[in-house]
């Protein structure tokens, strides 16, 4: 094909304005016409690729991001965009592929897994997890002696120090650990042994949660070893597992605003007092900042639910998809059909249609709010 009147760029904009910040060409300078039939194998193929796309992932504090760039097949790199002055830092990589970014709390560090393959008989291969500062200086790869195909790299809890296990077919990781990056060393957290679902870490209480699942549902099964299916926390200062609920059909948990989590089908706890929110038959609830309400469906109906008298109001008689919340008082709410009318609502009640008849497939990007 003829790339020459094609274009392929990353940019990127700053709002309120719309400035463009980054303008950056995905394509190679020429591209060299395929001479092979389509059904060529990559290795075999003699034309150039355009670079693919990544992860993309925002420091904490929005002024950086960080995402992956490489052709298919090949290495790929992670470039760090600082907004303040629009500039590009590559952080080196030499083989692998990187996943799973997670920024540290003072955005000057990424931690990351380097993939080695996607295709082996068994899964995912990792070659390690690195650490890479932003000033573009080589990657550390983290000192990980437990015996591991692949690794996940799940949160930092502090500056120096972030969450890792590593992977299992059964409940997607198996034991969990904390890796120190002054010392170089791993200090276990969760038994090795003990198949769990990837943990989460609410800075807020910070506590670690994470879900253990039912291995077989087989009746002549031997009891489950280890910790009875359910979901759990840990601290650093306690690591002996304290279960928040039991149950079968737990496979991972979330945490939807700081100080919450949420468990298996839309079960929210808050983490300080354990007690867990009365949001039966609320779906797919979205939290004010604040965390006095709810937004969510019901009954194909949106709702919205007063946390605290568990009270809730009927915002729209319209099955709700998506929506983010302005401030504590007021949403943007995606409902109906495939999300095809978008509104802005308030906690007294009052809902008002800003789009109709949107299309099936249009993306729900964001408001300025003026």
Do not use: C
């Not at 309120?16 to 990559?42: M, W």
């Not at 355009?50 to 904490?60: D, H, N, Q, R, Y």
């Not at 380097?114 to 983290?142: C, R």
């Amino acid at each position: 094909a003829d790339y020459s009147t094609h274009t392929y760029m990353l940019e990127v904009f700053a709002l309120p304005g719309g400035d463009r910040i980054l303008n950056r060409n995905l394509l190679p300078e020429s591209y060299v016409p395929r001479t092979g039939a389509a059904t060529e194998t990559p290795g075999d193929q003699t034309y150039e690729l355009p670079l693919a796309l990544g992860e993309m992932v925002w420091s904490t504090d929005g002024t950086k991001l960080a995402f992956v760039e490489g052709v298919d097949g090949g290495a790929a790199t992670i470039q760090i965009l600082d907004t303040a002055d629009e500039s590009l830092t590559a952080i080196p990589n030499e083989d692998g592929y990187p996943m799973r970014l997670h920024w540290s709390p003072d955005n000057q560090k990424l931690a990351y897994d380097s993939v080695e393959t996607f295709l082996s008989e068994n899964g995912p291969t990792s070659q390690g997890v690195y650490i890479a500062s932003v000033d573009g200086s080589d990657p550390v790869q983290a000192t990980i002696e437990e015996e591991s195909q692949f690794t996940w790299v799940l949160d930092w809890v502090d500056d120096e120090r972030f969450l890792w296990s590593p992977f299992d077919p059964i409940g997607g990781a198996k034991g969990l650990f904390l890796y120190d990056t002054a010392s170089g060393s791993s200090i276990e957290l969760v038994d090795a042994g003990q198949a769990i679902s990837p943990a989460k870490w609410d800075a807020e209480t910070e506590t670690i949660a994470f879900a253990v699942p039912l291995f077989s549902r087989e009746e002549d099964t031997p009891a489950q070893p280890g910790l009875a299916p359910g979901a759990y926390t840990i601290t650093l200062d306690d690591t002996t597992p304290e279960q928040l609920l039991a149950g079968d059909n737990l496979y991972g948990v979330s945490v939807p605003l700081p100080g919450y989590l949420n468990v298996g089908n839309d079960v929210i706890f808050e983490l300080t007092s354990r007690e867990q929110i009365l949001l039966s038959e609320l779906r797919r609830p979205d939290f004010s900042p604040d965390g006095e309400f709810a937004l969510g469906e019901r009954t194909s109906q949106t709702f919205l639910r007063d946390l605290g008298s568990n009270e809730e109001d009927l915002i729209v008689n319209l099955f709700y998809v998506d929506g983010f919340w302005l401030d504590n008082q007021s949403f943007v709410a995606q409902v109906g059909a495939y999300g095809s009318v978008i509104g802005v609502g308030r906690v007294n009640g009052s809902f008002t249609n800003l789009v109709d008849n949107v299309a099936r497939d249009s993306p729900f990007v964001g408001f300025r709010v003026e």
